[in-house]
């Protein structure tokens, strides 16, 4: 079964810069970011890439300030995040979805183990 482990994470700065990392076990289909903040009621999207790496899409939140990318042959896809603020704070989740829009997690059927982010002074 494929799995997607995820690294990265931590604290940092208002302005700061991270970059999450999503690693799979072989290949996969389009690979998606989410994030679920604290006492959110669910995950919000936050940028996806398809398959072979040729289309990226990202939320009006994300555009601009994160990059999505990927390594086909390192099976990993990250998500650089630069000029973080507070409202970034959150879990953050990768998936996989094999049809329909990207943007909506109940396509996605296999998803990372999450890790924290967390923006502050």
């Known amino acids: 079964q494929e799995r997607l482990v995820q690294f990265g994470g931590g604290w940092v700065e208002p302005g700061g810069s991270l970059t999450l990392s999503c690693t799979h076990s072989?290949?996969?289909?389009?690979i998606g970011w989410f994030r679920q903040a604290p006492g959110g009621k669910g995950r919000e999207w936050v940028a996806a890439i398809t398959s072979g790496g040729h289309y990226t899409t990202y939320s009006d939140s994300a555009k601009g300030r994160f990059t999505i990318s990927r390594d086909n042959a390192k099976n990993t896809v990250y998500l650089q995040m630069t000029r973080l603020m507070a409202e970034d704070t959150a879990t953050y989740y990768c998936?996989?979805?094999?049809?329909?829009?990207?943007?909506?997690?109940?396509?996605?059927?296999?998803w990372s183990q999450g890790t924290q982010v967390t923006v502050s002074t």
């Open positions: 072989g290949p996969t289909d389009n």
């Open positions: 998936g996989e979805a094999s049809s329909g829009s990207m943007r909506n997690d109940y396509n996605y059927h296999t």
